[in-house]
């Protein structure tokens, strides 16, 4: 395996970080004893649906969307093709839980455990330093949204979908479940069925926001499904950067969180989405996620996923318009007993679109990392460019990696390349950086750093302290790598 | 298919048909594949049931036209008759048919054949319902240089399976041509097996130019001991529809494994090439490289997969693919895959589905050289440089001559 | 006859941004011209022009060859014509040979002329050794895995092959170690003649202590700012081109 090393500054401080580091698991797989004010209890059928339609006195057409979708969900079978599935509990799940009537826009309002938990996490630190607005979410209902005044002003809407629902519902029902179809898969179904949460961004026409916009999800409850629905819309020639990180409490029962995020990035527009997910071990995590990109826009997904017993996740880029481009980077951590099947989609749709994917993977005893792709180029995407690369680092002798990539092209002047390798840690590198004084851990955290370079320069700097440290728990944990 | 176990009694009712009965069952168990639900999964080679029947049913018919064979075969296959040269029949060495071999190498059958039922789907049936192919044994240390050119009547349908032994430190190079006569659109399935001894070498250069109605269903399998290196060279040209599965089962430590795959994809050709290596063995390697030239309305899609075993330390495992998608409605696809169950190993896959690229044209146009004639010779350059790795004339020859052949229509729907 | 390149107000723009703006330049049989300038000033661009890369949009002027207007022809009819461009980083053709190309080439460009292919390999196997090129890249593919100095090598090679009246060499020095700069210097003074005439591209005056050019120009800004001799390029060599107004 070749290793760039970085000469970057920041990266130097974030490796300083790691050796100074002393997380342990507690930081954020605790839980607080808050009890939920409202829960429809386990399982699912027409009468939970109608339930939580219910209490969030929402008008007629989403009671009726909802429970279509439930429809489709029951209508579709559990997906074989993909990692086992058969932990996921569908009758012992409880797939909704409120917190309180509360959903506060100043953290002194919001209920003290959960604000305690959201400090432990450090979300209001985050907030005041880097960001321009957030939302926290806690199990199936957001606590708080704030957005800066100055974004307000120029007409930004940044709140929690539900009350998005209740201010703006024009708004709401041109987008909801159009990029993401209720029928696109029995997981985004079962969103559409169920959701409850999740954020709601509007950008209006040529505004630029240069901080980015951040929600925090958090599940509490035991064997709890987290349905959240997210609705980022960047309109034409405007600018934003969204970012989400998630987390949950380590509980034995699994939990399952399937979320839907839609965005829709319009002519001119520039859109990133940055998540980073550290669900604990006992979460499958489903969603759906999927962007509509228009003339010249551009949109990047920019991923971290760290936690969760089984993750499927594959973000798609729709170039519908001409010039359209993405980008897609994303790392996944595999660590022992969990399975990593994620990678990427790109639809070239119109002339002259162009993507390009970078997936790394890293597997840790017996995890196991699957990179698993689409690329389409349609007839008619003239000149259309992409180029695919996936990587995976082995750390244990019985560490797993697969590689399937799927590439459809029916437009003679497109041009693709795909490249993938599998290596581990070279000995001889190892060898090189220990003569010059690292220790083997130091140097082996220094290769897979290296590694995931190209990705984590472009994952904001906090996240990519946490991401650093994770993976050096998770390698520390074994005792001498390599 | 309910009352094919019937047929198996009467008809083919031979000493393997114990063999013969559990590759049917095995048939029978596995899951036709349906993968719609899934986003990267799909099949677009599919050989339906109903032809699977034909193929099963089929029957070897006469044929009014004559074999016209090359000048250089020195085994020669013309439907159910095989002849072969004496100069090849000596040290030991046995060429016959498989019905044969039941009689005649009974010891060799049981010990080769019979174990192995296969592993796909369709590679059970013709397991089970094979009519006829070939039986080569070549002992331990020999050297045999085999030209094999096998001409089947185009409207027939049948199963054939071919089992070729070689020993350990044999030395054999295979050169498998098959073609048809007439133009019926008969389906022909066939296996072809290979067991290499401990430090043998095999290069295997195959052809399949059919006439273009036939379906053209291929597996081959090499089993290859310790330190045995096999170089396997394959052309795929004719046929309407051609599933070709070619997969090495490594077991042999040191075991050496390289392809060199070019097909040609015309008219309403629609052709899934499959290139795949499973190894075990510790320090095993495996190279695949398959281009692909795509034109008219045809398709191609290129699979392989690299798999590396738990025991298959320093094993390295690379596969390449390239395919020029040369028309406006052609369609090009790749599907490489690598399932690494060892850290220790190195592994790798590339593909690229691209044009010719247009700044080589410009460079030959710059020397004053024709637009279409540039054409052909970067593509004629992009396929030939694999198949010259095999030194064989004739074969680079007919790649060439292929490549060109492609002609004006092939470039004119660029730019 | 003598042959000669008429450039006329030449004018190509490149994704729509103008880089040529106006080029006149005359290059005869029996001259050598060094066009000089400074990074960016559109020098292989012109080359590029001059031979039709597909990517140059000819927005206004002429090119004329011996007559004939060269401005809307293809590649190719201008390399028939008598012109010939060495490529400052020329691409690799993977699985085209060398010798098949370059028979292909000189077929094409002097189908007259009936040599045998033995002959032809003769020919070329005698200035394969004079440009520095082993035999044994006869077989192998064009460009590819070579070094960059052979594949200035190669391009000196193709000159000498396909005899071109008009020779265009971009930034040819570039790549080559002092031996191999006098073996191509070599090669290109054996075959300058009356009927061939010549325009080194090149951005230091290196080249052009080997071959001597009797005619100097230098291009700022996408037009031939000053006309001069050898003198002008000794100048450059020790004050720059910051002293050259447009």
New interface residues.
């Given amino acids: 395996m070749e290793v760039e090393y970085s000469k970057d500054a920041e990266m130097e401080k974030l490796l300083e970080d790691l050796k100074n580091s002393n997380v342990k698991k507690e930081d954020w797989e605790f839980h607080d004893n808050y009890k939920p004010v409202y829960s429809t209890g386990n399982g699912l059928n027409r009468k939970v649906v109608e339930e939580i339609s219910e209490i969030k006195k929402e008008p007629d057409w989403m009671r009726r969307f909802r429970l279509k979708a439930l429809e489709i969900f029951e209508s579709k079978?559990v997906?074989t093709?993909?990692p086992d599935l058969s932990g996921i509990d569908w009758e012992n799940t409880n797939y909704y839980n409120r917190p309180d009537e509360v959903n506060a826009n100043n953290w002194d309002d919001v209920p003290d455990e959960i604000k305690e938990t959201f400090n432990k996490l450090g979300v209001p630190e985050m907030e005041q330093k880097y960001l321009a607005g957030s939302v926290a979410q806690y199990d199936s209902e957001g606590v708080y949204h704030s957005l800066k005044k100055v974004w307000e002003d120029k007409g930004v809407v940044f709140m929690d979908l539900d009350s998005a629902l209740r201010e703006h519902p024009d708004l709401v029902k041109d987008y909801f479940c159009k990029a993401v179809p209720a029928t696109d898969?029995k997981f985004a179904a079962l969103n559409a069925a169920v959701w409850s949460g999740g954020s709601f961004l509007y950008v209006p026409k040529g505004v630029k926001i240069d901080m980015p916009l951040q929600t925090y999800f958090r599940m509490n409850g035991e064997a709890t499904g987290q349905f959240e629905h997210t609705i980022v819309v960047a309109d034409e020639g405007s600018k934003v950067h969204y970012i989400e990180g998630c987390t949950a409490p380590r509980y034995d029962k699994n939990s399952l969180h399937s979320a839907i995020v839609e965005i829709y990035v319009k002519k001119n527009a520039q859109a990133r989405y940055t998540s980073v997910q550290n669900w604990s071990k006992s979460v499958y995590n489903m969603p759906t996620k999927r962007a509509w990109v228009d003339e010249n826009a551009n949109m990047e997904w920019v991923g971290g996923s760290l936690g969760s017993k089984v993750t499927m996740l594959?973000p798609s880029s729709y170039l519908r318009g001409p010039y359209a481009t993405t980008h897609n980077l994303n790392v996944s951590l595999a660590g022992p007993g969990t399975v990593k099947d994620t990678g990427a989609?790109a639809l070239h749709l119109a002339p002259h679109t162009s993507s390009r994917i970078i997936a790394k993977s890293i597997s840790i005893e017996d995890g196991k990392a699957i990179y698993?792709?689409?690329l389409r180029m349609n007839?008619g995407a003239e000149h259309s460019r992409s180029h695919v690369q996936c990587d995976?680092l082995?750390?244990?002798?019985?560490?797993?990696?697969?590689?399937?990539?799927?590439?459809?092209?029916?437009?003679?002047?497109?041009?693709?390349?795909?490249?993938?390798?599998?290596?581990?840690i070279g000995t001889e590198e190892l060898t090189y950086l220990r003569s010059r004084g690292l220790s083997e851990d130091e140097a082996s955290s220094m290769i897979v750093l290296g590694f995931l370079d190209d990705v984590m320069k472009e994952i904001p700097m906090e996240f990519a302290v946490e991401m650093n440290r994770l993976i050096k728990l998770e390698m520390n944990k074994l005792g001498a790598v390599g | 298919m309910e009352s094919y176990p019937e047929t198996l009694k009467t008809r083919l009712n031979d000493e393997a048909y114990e063999y013969r009965r559990d590759a049917f069952l095995a048939f029978l168990k596995s899951p036709v594949r349906n993968y719609k639900e899934s986003p990267t999964v799909k099949d677009y080679v599919e050989i339906t049931d109903d032809e699977l029947q034909e193929m099963l049913y089929g029957e070897m018919k006469e044929s009014k036209e004559s074999p016209v064979f090359s000048e250089t075969a020195n085994l020669k296959v013309f439907n159910e008759e095989i002849t072969v040269s004496d100069e090849l029949l000596k040290e030991g060495v046995v060429v016959t048919t498989m019905e044969d071999a039941l009689k005649t190498q009974p010891e060799l059958v049981k010990k080769y054949v019979f174990p192995r039922l296969g592993k796909e789907r369709i590679e059970f049936l013709i397991n089970s319902a094979w009519r006829n192919g070939l039986f080569i044994y070549v002992p331990d240390s020999s050297k045999v240089s085999i030209r094999a050119h096998t001409i089947n009547n185009s409207s027939a349908s049948f199963a054939s399976k071919t089992v070729i032994i070689y020993g350990k430190e044999s030395k054999v190079r295979y050169t498998d041509t098959y073609s048809t006569i007439g133009q019926g659109t008969g389906i022909h399935g066939k296996n072809i097996y290979f067991f290499g001894g401990e430090s043998s070498k095999f290069d295997y250069l195959y052809l399949q130019d059919k006439s273009e109605g036939v379906r053209d269903i291929t597996f081959v399998k090499q089993y290859l001991e310790k330190f045995a290196e096999f170089q396997f060279f394959h052309i795929n040209h004719g046929s309407s529809k051609t599933l070709f599965v070619d997969e090495s089962q490594q077991t042999g430590n040191g075991s050496s494994f390289r392809v060199y795959g070019v097909n040609f994809s015309t008219g309403n050709q629609k052709m899934d090439i499959r290139d795949s290596s499973f190894q075990e063995g510790e320090e095993s390697n495996a190279d695949i490289q398959v281009r692909g030239v795509v034109t008219g309305s045809s398709s191609t899609i290129h699979r392989g997969n690299i798999d590396l075993e738990e025991k298959a330390i320093k094993a390295t495992g690379f596969y390449d693919s390239k395919i020029l998608l040369l028309s406006k409605d052609g369609f090009a696809n790749s599907k490489p895959g690598l399932e690494i169950k060892n850290a220790n190993t190195r592994s790798k896959h590339g593909s690229s589905i691209s044009n010719v690229d247009e700044e080589q044209i410009f460079y030959l146009r710059s020397r004053g050289i024709d637009d279409q004639v540039a054409r052909g010779m970067v593509t004629a350059g992009f396929v030939g440089s694999i198949i010259e790795k095999a030194n064989d004339e004739e074969f680079t020859r007919k790649v060439y001559q292929y490549a060109e052949s492609l002609g004006a229509n092939a470039f004119l729907a660029t730019n | 006859m003598v042959p000669e390149l008429k450039i006329k107000d030449l004018k190509a723009s490149v994704e729509d941004k103008e880089i040529l703006k106006g080029v006149n330049l005359t290059v005869k049989g029996g001259e050598m011209h060094a066009l000089m300038g400074p990074n960016g000033a559109g020098k292989s661009t012109l080359g590029n022009v001059l031979i039709g890369h597909p990517n140059y949009k000819i927005t206004g002027g002429s090119i004329v060859l011996d007559g004939i207007d060269l401005t809307d022809k293809t590649p190719e009819e201008r390399a028939r014509a008598g012109l010939f461009l060495a490529f400052q980083s020329p691409v690799a053709v993977v699985g085209v040979k060398l010798s098949t190309f370059l028979r292909t080439a000189y077929r094409q460009t002097h189908p007259e002329d009936k040599v045998t292919l033995t002959e032809f390999y003769d020919r070329m196997k005698v200035h394969m050794k004079k440009v520095g090129l082993d035999e044994s890249f006869m077989s192998r593919s064009v460009n590819d895995g070579f070094s960059g100095g052979e594949r200035k090598r190669f391009e000196i090679l193709q000159m000498v092959m396909l005899r071109p009246k008009i020779i265009i060499l971009d930034e040819i020095d570039s790549g080559l170690d002092v031996d191999a700069l006098k073996l191509v210097a070599d090669e290109i003074r054996d075959y300058y003649s009356e009927n061939v005439g010549f325009l080194i591209i090149t951005h230091y005056q290196r080249i052009l202590k080997n071959i001597e050019p009797q005619f100097v120009h230098v291009l700022k800004d996408g037009k031939i700012a000053v006309d001069g001799d050898n003198k002008l390029s000794l100048r450059i060599e020790e004050e720059g081109y910051d002293w050259i107004k447009n």
């Fill in positions: 079978p997906p093709w993909g898969n594959y989609k698993r792709g689409l007839k995976a082995l750390i244990n002798d019985n560490s797993t990696s697969y590689t399937y990539p799927h590439d459809e092209i029916y437009e003679p002047t497109a041009t693709f390349g795909h490249e993938a390798t599998v290596g581990r």
